[in-house]
């Protein structure tokens, strides 16, 4: 990336916000530009080429953010998604302790139900997108998992968490993510995976380089995408 990325960039943004600011008012809609802010994404190299960015449009500053939040997930400049994993570490454990509270007046089956629609959907919500953390955010959420398994199977805090993977129908959550990869994935052979995903993965039936994925006789190439 040349060095002068800060104001390409910010030509570039500048006019994408102006014709989105058009688009609204002869639409007569209104876009609140007080409340209109720009995260830029990119490798921590490219970032530090990309800094001093300022988008004024109407004569209103647009603040920059390191990270922003779409549809409950929170997106770093980097895309480590170390934010979101933080943001699920808060949202569960206030949720784990009220469990360990009225853990003792419910059975084992109703512990599990209770955990799994209250806690289990939160770490299942858009973890394919975030499947790519670090293995020390990873062990984060699997200490979460551990937390409240324990509670559930009555274990204690010092009960091994070798034994908590025995709980009937419990992966860790590692795993479930990658399972959960492996699905939408299977979706791009079969035509059915939501668009751009197909364009990214195109398929071929002749015999690849080993940078392709092999699924039953059928080559699927990494992604096509500008992120380097």
């Not at 390191?66 to 949720?95: C, M, N, R, W």
């Not at 010092?158 to 590692?174: K, N, W, Y």
Request: aromatic fraction near 6%; charged fraction near 20%.
């Amino acid at each position: 990336m040349s060095s002068d990325c800060g104001e390409t960039l910010e030509n570039s943004l500048h006019e994408s916000l102006m014709l989105i600011h058009d688009w609204f008012n002869s639409n007569k809609l209104s876009l609140n530009l007080k409340k209109t802010f720009s995260t830029i994404f990119g490798t921590r190299p490219r970032l530090q080429k990309c800094t001093n960015v300022s988008i004024t449009v109407a004569n209103v500053e647009i603040t920059c953010k390191p990270i922003a939040k779409y549809l409950g997930v929170q997106l770093d400049k980097t895309l480590s998604f170390h934010e979101h994993v933080e943001y699920l570490k808060s949202k569960t454990l206030g949720k784990l302790k009220l469990l360990g509270k009225i853990r003792p007046i419910m059975d084992q089956t109703t512990a599990m139900s209770l955990y799994t629609s209250l806690i289990v959907l939160i770490y299942d919500y858009c973890d394919v997108v975030y499947n790519c953390i670090h293995q020390k955010d990873s062990r984060t959420l699997q200490r979460l998992q551990n937390m409240g398994l324990k509670t559930i199977l009555k274990m204690g805090k010092l009960a091994s968490t070798e034994l908590i993977r025995l709980a009937p129908g419990v992966l860790p959550l590692e795993l479930r993510r990658d399972m959960h990869t492996a699905n939408e994935m299977a979706k791009v052979p079969l035509g059915i995976a939501p668009e751009p995903i197909p364009n990214m993965f195109p398929l071929v039936l002749s015999d690849g380089p080993q940078t392709r994925r092999q699924a039953h006789g059928v080559f699927m190439n990494f992604p096509n995408t500008n992120w380097r």
